[in-house]
């Protein structure tokens, strides 16, 4: 191998400068870019009398020294043909009246995934002068120097990308409004931040000369996730795989920037936002920065306990980034050795906790070099996108459909919109449509998700040779040993070894008989490793409360005490604390909600001695003790101790069609995104074949529709489900990233909290006729939209739905056990047809029992909108108003036990004389005969048998479905269980 050329001081000095020109370059055209329109173009077009281009950001420009050079047009022409037509915009001709659309009179916003429309009333009195000033003054005070005065453009830019769309730091009259001003008054479907961030991430591509599409996975993820034998195990092994993807977006961002990564949305998540300080912190600025994140109100800088935003695993496993072509490939290279860097750092720290590291050539080093060696798993895909070399043309795409083909596919070659957007339509003589290289993105988006799923489908495998005993925890990989020689020792011999030791003090979470590899460690140390690196960046060590499987199971009868809770309760609390030495035993962790609401009352000792009760019944130490101390609680709150808790796990149905975008049950038609105006205007040009066809296409996947997808996913995993489990119920989110939530729900609590999950996910649902304890905290959902502590954030529409699989489990049960039959639940669920659950109960005797259904049923017309659902009225709901009925005092739960023994014995459909129709009738009359006999009312005996009929196709199929939903309903009406306001004497059949 020849020596490295030796290069004088003066090269290398001419190196770096290049470098920093370059690099000085790439900021300035990205906020060139961002200072092309601004931000409330929406208020001011057309009223104005400076006109949008030459108000605040050509100030703007004028401050950061930006000239028209510095912005790369073809970035904002490919945007806009990829989103929308461009309009008419042609030198020396006005516009036609039906390419004008005054916001401030009729604003009007389009969910860009459904369709749906909301009316914003009127505008009128925001002043355009007014917001032009503000919006001048808000990103004037974004503008970051130097330490000469002069402005440090990589670090505006970020504030601009970051601070930009804040309301709080704008104007109060303008509110959450400023989040969404549409880019396009026409086409009010997408936000300007969504049009800047493409445009943004498109010119930075540019620099060096053509775009791609960079597609990144990471794994493994169920099976990593699952190897879980605790509460802890689950968030651990769901927030490394969240902050290790971190790592690896971070090359990009600091590189190109965030607006690079086209998914996930990184806007708002709080590990991004704790970059971004470190990076201010880094340029002298760090004290400004944290300023804005408290007017803000960053949760992440003021919570220290664990509900800090920080500690929510909501960075899914894959992303895609628009990058440069050219640099494409390094990128990748790089995102991959960061991340296992950093996982391969932190595998050693941890290690260190446990064993010894005095001497840096130990076995267990050797060891981790090995089994971190290709951790985690990474695939890679890049996709090239044409732009050719006049912006105004499309460019030759051949490649790009021969290599599409090569997966045996056109994609949008094959469709019939490519006849209509590869060719330009005019409209009265006026420029309306002309193709570009924008119009190519579906086609480039397909093959880099094809060329993704190829790579991991061809994954190489290197074997790992592991000679000695295994890990206790995956069984996959040697145990960390300070010499080799402890590795064939049988577990039952080992007397002393760094495990035990740390085991018998308690210490990491390590239990007895414990011997882990570096990787298990590592997830088993994770919370500790996390946690200390937190310290320093919020002043002290933040709490992390770990809720117990059995702290959650008595959080419904700890409710139910909070609920009944009178001034004399105070003495049977004293007396069971004196009785069973409560004080003695350490406090838990309990549910967010449940703990609230117990703060509450007063004295202080209440709080005191009920969060000591979980774990006095967890450290009894034989079965007379716990039973003993279990009767005390069962006669202090009216019914035995709640024993089960509950799993869940959502996931968002055809994911993969929503990005694809090609698939007409998950398109809308062009003139849907349109602003009604314009819909309307343009309905007479239908005459022309071209206008014609235009109007009758579907829009196929864009960069606008990917950010509002990525948004919505962001918004709902970030904010709403958080809020929904663990404000609104009794819960605990272990993983919330994307369209994926795992949560731990109090059983009580559990169908309310499926039925939220579902609805936000959707952003539609009449939350009316919940169980009256469920209080959704300001929580509201209409059009495709939630709106949550003032923040309006648009969902994924009423036309996209989720399935979840639900299981209900002793909290003894092994929870290894417990995630395989919650994999197994949300299978189901899919396989059900989607928009469906999946809810098992597993009892600890054997046997199970538990419903199948869909949530409600969906329009099947291409296009339809369906109304939003009144959720005490869908399938879930009925199932949850049934158990509350046979829960009433009055009520005996016999009737179900005397149907179920009633069904047994009758024929399909009675006879072969009897209609289907007298048949539904005979099962709804008995059954409502039953109820009323038992003490009950009857209404919602037909909706039962409905729905039993519904979901199935023969009437033996039929009896089976309605002896579910019956054994189910009573299992949830029992024993106080039944939402937690039952009466005691529901506890038991009568």
Known sequence: MGSRPHRSRQQRQQARLIMTQSIHSLWKKKLAAWLHDPAEKALVLMRDDVGHEHGSVKTLRERLGINDADFDRRADRFAAAADRPQWPCEPGRMRPAWANVRFANQPLLIHPLSGEEIDLGSLDDIAAKHIRTVSLDHFSDLIERDAHGEPDLRLTYLAFWRFGPEPALVAPEIGDLWRVLPADTRVPDHSIWSHLDTVSALAGALT???????????????????????????????????????????????????????????????????????????????????????????????????????????????????????????????????????????????????????????????????????????????????????????????????????????????????????????????????PNAGIVYPAVHELAERSLAAAKSLRPFAPLPQHGHR???????????????????????????????????????????????????????????????????????????????????????????????????????????????????????????????????????????????????????????????????????????????????????????????????????????????????????????????????????????????SAALNDFSTHVARHIVENVCKGKLLYAGGDDVLAMLSVDDLMPAMLLLRAAWSGSGDLRGLPGHIDVRGLQLAKGYARLKGRLMPMMGSRASASIGAVVAHHQAPLSAVLRELRRAEAVAKAHGRNAFCLRVIKRGGGEVGVTSRFWEMPRAVGATPAAPLLADTALGLLLRFAETLAQPEMSRRAVY??????????????????????????????????????????????????????SAKPAETIRVLGDLLVTAEFFARNGRAFGRAAAQAGAPR
Not at 898 to 906: H, I, P
């Open 208 to 434: 060096d000369d053509a775009p791609a599409l960079l597609s990144m996975s990471f794994g493994p993820v169920q099976g990593f996730i699952a190897q879980a034998r605790s509460t802890s195990d689950l968030w651990a092994g769901s927030h490394l795989l969240s902050s290790l993807v971190w790592e690896g977006l971070k090359v990009i961002c600091a590189a190109l920037g965030p607006d690079a990564i086209a998914f996930p949305s990184l806007r708002g998540v709080a590990a991004v936002d704790r970059w971004l300080l470190e990076v201010a912190d880094a340029d002298g600025r760090g004290e400004q920065w944290r300023q804005r994140f408290t007017t803000i109100d960053a949760e992440w800088l003021q919570r220290t306990t664990d509900a800090n935003p920080l500690f929510a695993a909501t960075l899914p496993n894959k992303f895609m980034a628009i990058v440069p072509a050219r640099q494409a490939e390094q990128l990748a290279r790089q995102v991959v050795e960061a991340v296992r860097d950093a996982a391969r750092a932190w595998a050693a720290e941890a290690a260190q906790h446990v064993l010894d590291d005095r001497d840096q050539g130990q076995h267990w080093q050797e060891q981790l070099d090995s089994q971190l060696a290709g951790f985690p798993e990474a695939q890679w895909a890049i996709a090239e996108w044409p732009t050719g070399s006049d912006r105004d043309r499309l460019p030759d795409a051949d490649r790009l459909r021969q290599a599409l083909a090569g997966y045996g596919t056109d994609s949008l070659f094959g469709e019939e919109v490519w006849k209509v957007l590869n060719r330009e339509v005019r409209i009265d003589g006026a420029e309306f449509f002309k």
């Open 471 to 709: 890990c206790t925890l995956c069984g996959e990989r040697e145990w960390l040993t300070e010499t080799a020689a402890q590795l064939h020792v049988p577990a039952g011999e080992r007397r002393e070894t760094p495990w035990l030791r740390k085991a018998q003090a308690g210490r990491f979470g390590i239990r007895k008989g414990e011997h882990l590899c570096g990787v298990c460690t590592l997830k088993r140390l994770w919370p500790t490793l996390f946690v200390e690196g937190l310290g320093e960046l919020l002043d002290e060590r933040p709490a992390r409360f770990v809720i117990s499987t059995h702290t959650m199971a008595l959080a419904t009868s700890l409710d139910r005490l909070v609920e009944n809770y009178k001034p004399e309760s105070l003495a049977g609390l004293s007396a069971l604390s004196r009785k069973f030495a409560l004080l003695d035993y350490p406090p838990v962790a309990l549910p967010n909600a449940l703990h609230r609401r117990l703060s509450s009352l007063r004295p202080a000792t209440v709080v005191d001695i009920v969060k000591r009760l979980p774990s006095a019944l967890d450290e009894a130490r034989n079965e007379d003790a716990e039973e003993r101390l279990a009767a005390g609680i069962a006669e202090l709150l009216g019914a035995r101790p709640e024993t089960y808790y509950a799993l869940i796990q959502m996931d968002g149905d055809h994911m993969g069609a929503w990005l694809a975008g090609n698939d007409p049950d998950y398109q809308c038609r062009f003139p849907a995104t349109w602003h009604p105006q314009v819909r309307a205007s343009l309905d007479r040009f239908r005459g022309d074949p071209a206008v014609a066809a235009y109007l009758d296409s579907s829009r196929p996947a864009s960069p606008a529709r990917h950010a509002a997808i």
């Open 898 to 951: 005397n149907t179920l023994e009633w069904l047994s014995g009758l024929p399909e459909r009675g006879g072969k004389d009897m209609s289907e129709e007298a048949w539904r009738h005979l099962l709804a009359s008995n059954l409502a005969w039953q109820i009323e006999r038992q003490g009950g009312v009857v209404q919602h005996a037909r909706e039962f048998v409905d729905l039993a009929c519904r979901e």
